[in-house]
């Protein structure tokens, strides 16, 4: 099965919330960045997976990482990684942090390493999904130069 990545955009909104529910991902506060920092995989009309990058200040957050679970692997799961981090670098993004509840040792494959909550920069701290989101008990982790 291939796919073709493409850059998310507001109509694909009710979709992609779809696809988080399905992956027990929250989607609260995706239509802030949805047409900014996410793409979209698709195969023949289907959107099959999903991945972005929040934007705060000069930081990303990794959030919104999902893949079909009739699609999974098949390495599209590390694709959208690998693009969402090298659009991050692209638009001159200083550090990528994420939070995960159950794919540490995922992230770790890509060159993410389990950080303490007090390193998160402020701008990282302030976001939603830091916050308010996701659980005390999520892993953190912070993308090691060089990463992916």
């Known amino acids: 099965m291939r796919w073709v990545l493409r850059n998310a955009q507001g109509r694909d909104e009710a979709t992609v919330r ?3 529910h ?3 991902l929250s989607s609260l506060g995706l239509e802030a960045q ?11 009309n289907e959107i099959v997976g999903v991945a972005g990058i929040e934007v705060h200040g000069s930081h990303g957050l990794l959030r919104s990482l999902a893949v079909a679970p009739s699609r999974r ?3 599209l799961g590390a694709e959208l990684v690998r693009n969402r981090i090298h659009w991050a ?3 001159g993004i200083e550090s990528i942090y994420l939070l995960t509840t159950t794919a540490a040792e995922f992230f770790a494959r890509h060159g993410f390493a389990v950080a303490s909550r007090d390193e998160a920069p402020d701008e990282i701290r302030a976001s939603r999904e830091f916050s308010e989101m996701c659980p005390s008990t999520a892993v953190f982790m912070k993308l090691a130069r060089g990463g992916a």
Do not use: K, S
């Open 89 to 91: 670098r692209q638009q």
């Open 34 to 44: 949805l047409d900014r920092g996410y793409v979209v995989a698709h195969h023949e």
């Open 22 to 24: 399905a992956c027990d």
């Open 18 to 20: 779809t696809l988080l």
């Open 73 to 75: 692997d098949a390495g």
